[in-house]
């Protein structure tokens, strides 16, 4: 298993799964080009896209990656509702296949309804708008709340500190880090209660 790391728009990162000769586009954002060239050049075979939120920096190109690759689309209910367009929905626990790859799925809502992460293969963590470096997502976009933001946070901090955090932004001062140490060093992860995380 591979997990590439691509930088899409101003500022987001869409990562390309790779198992075997099988692949999944996490957020393919405003501009697959780049992912579709590393398929193409690799000769896999893109089975899903997977959208972490429906915000259009992550979501823009879908149909264009589903009209190059005839790839399956993969959200939350909620996501779907919003965006369309979704051939399989999931929801909290669920696996997604990647040939022998297992990708868990954690509803994390708090930077929008519906939001989820990834676990990948017990390895990565991609957190889409629900956790960055040093920080996570805002809560005061539509669909938005604070105080789920906390709870998803607090369900993270249960998870395997070996995991590397792959988040959808850019936002440094690294580009992924293990959860163990955003957890030593991130406010939002230290804050021990709502009230204290609503302070920051
Ligand atoms: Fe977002």
Redo the contacts with the bound molecule.
């Keep these: 298993m591979e997990v590439l790391t691509i930088r899409v728009g101003n500022d987001n990162f869409s990562y390309l799964i790779i198992e075997g000769n099988r692949a999944s586009l996490v957020d393919p954002g405003v501009d697959p080009d780049e992912a579709l060239v590393l398929i193409k050049k690799r000769d896999l075979k893109l089975d899903h896209v997977i959208a972490?939120?429906?915000?259009d920096?992550?979501t823009h190109s879908i149909q264009d990656v589903v009209d190059r690759t005839g790839a399956f689309v993969i959200a939350s209910e909620q996501c779907s509702s919003l965006m369309g367009g979704v051939d399989r929905i999931v929801k909290e626990g669920d696996l997604i296949r990647l040939g022998g790859l297992k990708i868990e799925v954690m509803e994390t809502p708090g930077?929008?309804e519906g939001?989820i992460c990834l676990i990948v293969g017990n390895t990565y963590l991609i957190t889409?708008?629900t956790l960055f470096m040093g920080d996570c997502?805002?809560c005061d976009?539509p669909g938005g709340s604070l105080s789920e933001m906390f709870s998803s946070l607090q369900r993270l901090k249960q998870l395997d500190d070996r995991l590397v955090v792959f988040p959808?932004?850019d936002y440094g001062p690294e580009p992924y880090d293990t959860l163990k140490n955003q957890m030593r060093t991130s406010g939002v992860l230290l804050a021990s209660s709502l009230s204290e995380f609503s302070r920051l």
Excluded at 52 to 55: A, D, E, G, M, Q
């Design positions: 972490t939120h429906h915000h920096d992550h930077h929008t939001g889409g708008d997502g805002r976009l959808g932004h």
